[in-house]
């Protein structure tokens, strides 16, 4: 079946292209493509309405968009194989369901390294504070992370892959330890850091990544491939230095222990679990494959809303930074 008269699309992710402002870059599991940007610009505007329950004639009248011009869009993203096809599952083979889960999670990957709080800070988007809160947020993050890989691999009966699982948690035990490095330089004690609690979104993206991790073991190198480091040098390492001294006007070595922990994470590849395990990754029914892959965008856009509880909480007058539990003496 092809979403075609009641146009409903595969996932597209759009942008400006940074060589050419009249040129927007299209990305989808089929590959990337540039658009003329008249036609991407009034493609977004009726996009929202293609969730399979608008013709194209509905379409039109609600978007106040020629209907010709609506079907010229959608016949020219058909050929480029945008458009929703839904066939037997059955014929599905294992590659075929690996290969389009992987390339979803590489995908999901490049739109959070693009849209990340910390591209931002380091242009000189924010406060120093929100700086602190992304620190903050971070160390919670990093420190709670192996308990989810750990209750994954405690979920598999599979002995190797509780094995791959296992060194994963060892290799990530204890990286909280560079993101207090760059606290204390800021001002924070280890104590004041340490007995604090993460913003509920952050808390939010643990619980759900650890959710998914307990239900699909294998789902661990799914999500690894979506947040770990995938690039590190050492002039990138030199690019961050230079907007803290040149955008945020701080010492260039506040950020030093990120800085290492991301050339750690680079060292470890665990990005490319998804190739070492990819055995594992195999689902009873296609319905599993769109649970888990439902979760992961949902993982994802949930670093979106983090992006926004941050800038909000941190800069906010009078909220506690570091954040504070609340308990029972303290109601």
């Avoid at 994954?152 to 204890?174: A, C, F, H, M, W």
């Avoid at 799914?222 to 002039?235: G, K």
Wanted: with cysteine.
């Amino acid at each position: 079946m092809k979403y075609i008269e009641k146009p409903k699309f595969i996932h597209n992710l759009w942008s400006v292209f940074e060589e050419d402002p009249n040129v927007y870059s299209l990305r989808t599991s089929k590959g990337y493509f540039e658009v003329n940007k008249d036609d991407a610009e009034i493609f977004l505007k009726f996009r929202g309405l293609c969730t399979g329950h608008h013709t194209q004639e509905e379409i039109a009248r609600l978007s106040e968009i020629p209907r010709e011009k609506i079907s010229n869009i959608i016949q020219a993203l058909d050929e480029i194989e945008c458009l929703r096809v839904e066939s037997n599952s059955k014929l599905l083979t294992e590659y075929d369901i690996y290969q389009k889960v992987k390339t979803a999670c590489e995908m999901w990957s490049e739109q959070l390294e693009d849209t990340h709080l910390f591209n931002d800070i380091l242009n000189g988007d924010h406060s120093i504070q929100v700086l602190k809160g992304f620190l903050l947020e971070t160390y919670h993050y990093i420190k709670q992370f192996p308990g989810c890989i750990q209750a994954g691999r405690n979920s598999t009966d599979i002995q190797p892959l509780k094995e791959k699982l296992d060194i994963y948690y060892q290799q990530e035990v204890g990286h909280e330890v560079f993101i207090l490095s760059c606290l204390k330089k800021l001002g924070f004690t280890e104590e004041e850091v340490t007995q604090s609690i993460p913003l509920v979104s952050t808390q939010s993206i643990l619980n759900m990544i650890q959710n998914l991790f307990e239900k699909y073991p294998c789902s661990v190198a799914l999500v690894a491939r979506v947040i770990e480091a995938d690039t590190y040098s050492e002039d990138i390492a030199t690019e961050i230095r230079n907007a803290l001294e040149n955008n945020l006007n701080i010492e260039r070595d506040i950020l030093d222990g990120l800085i290492e922990h991301m050339a750690v994470d680079y060292s470890l590849g665990h990005a490319e679990l998804i190739h070492e395990l990819r055995e594992f990754i195999l689902f009873p029914d296609i319905d599993d494959v769109h649970y888990v892959l439902n979760s992961i965008h949902d993982i994802k856009h949930a670093f979106d809303v983090q992006k926004l509880e941050i800038i909000n909480y941190y800069t906010h007058v009078g909220n506690y930074v570091p954040r504070q539990k609340v308990d029972f003496f303290g109601v």
